[in-house]
């Protein structure tokens, strides 16, 4: 089961992450974790970073350890990860990898609707999502390539998660759209005649219907 974070947001990871590479005020935490590519690794809110520091430094993951003034800028507490801190990132990245959570892509909620959609359009929609698809993965790896001449394969298996993900969704969707245009999908006429009949397919808004469906 998930622990209870004191600070549960993600972004609290994050800051702990870059916080265990060396000591950092707030703004250049957060500049790096855009340079580093963190808020494509986890949602991160940019609007609620400074509450999340504060939270963090209250229940003792990071710490104070000066405050610096370059030029006229505003005067910038620099924070450093404590022992606390080392120890929760360590027990959430185990977690976070040994734990399988649950998580509610927005092609999920597509999918779960697709009905109220015309097998042929939804056809083309599909054919649409799946171009758009293999443009990423291809700029994806070429991206990929490009940074393991450079940056240990360890510090970017997210990517190749990522990309793995991305992979498999694109194949479902072509094993998809090969059963739409065969006509080889289950119940592709009924799907057809409800909606050439002016009405939605049943089961398509009854929650009742697909009572049996996985989580």
């Known amino acids: 089961m998930p622990a209870r974070r004191k600070v549960g947001n993600l972004l609290a990871l994050a800051v702990l992450s870059a916080l265990a590479q060396r000591p950092m005020h707030p703004y250049e ?4 974790l855009r340079a ?14 400074y509450t999340v520091v504060r939270n963090m430094e209250r229940h003792g993951l990071i710490e104070a350890v000066e405050s610096v003034r370059e030029g006229r800028r505003p005067e910038r507490t620099v924070y450093r990860i404590t022992d606390a801190g080392w120890a929760e990132l360590v027990d959430w990245a185990r977690e976070l990898v040994s734990t399988p959570a ?7 909620a597509g999918l779960s609707v697709l009905a109220v959609l015309h097998p042929d359009e939804a056809a083309v929609l599909l054919h649409q999502r799946l171009e758009l698809l293999e443009d990423e993965i291809r700029s994806g790896r070429e991206t990929l390539a490009e940074h393991l001449r450079t940056v240990p394969r360890l510090f970017l298996v997210e990517s190749e998660y990522y990309l793995t993900i991305r992979d498999a969704e694109a194949a479902w969707i072509r094993s998809l759209l090969a059963e739409l ?10 799907w057809r005649a409800y909606h050439e009949a002016g009405r939605p397919p049943a089961g398509s808004t009854d929650p009742q219907q697909r009572s049996g469906s996985t989580q």
Do not use: T, V
């Open 29 to 32: 935490i957060a500049s790096n």
């Open 36 to 49: 580093w590519g963190k808020d494509q690794d986890m949602e991160i809110k940019w609007g609620s970073f």
């Open 102 to 108: 649950a998580e509610r892509p927005q092609f999920r």
């Open 181 to 190: 245009i065969s006509g080889s999908y289950p119940g592709l006429d009924e």
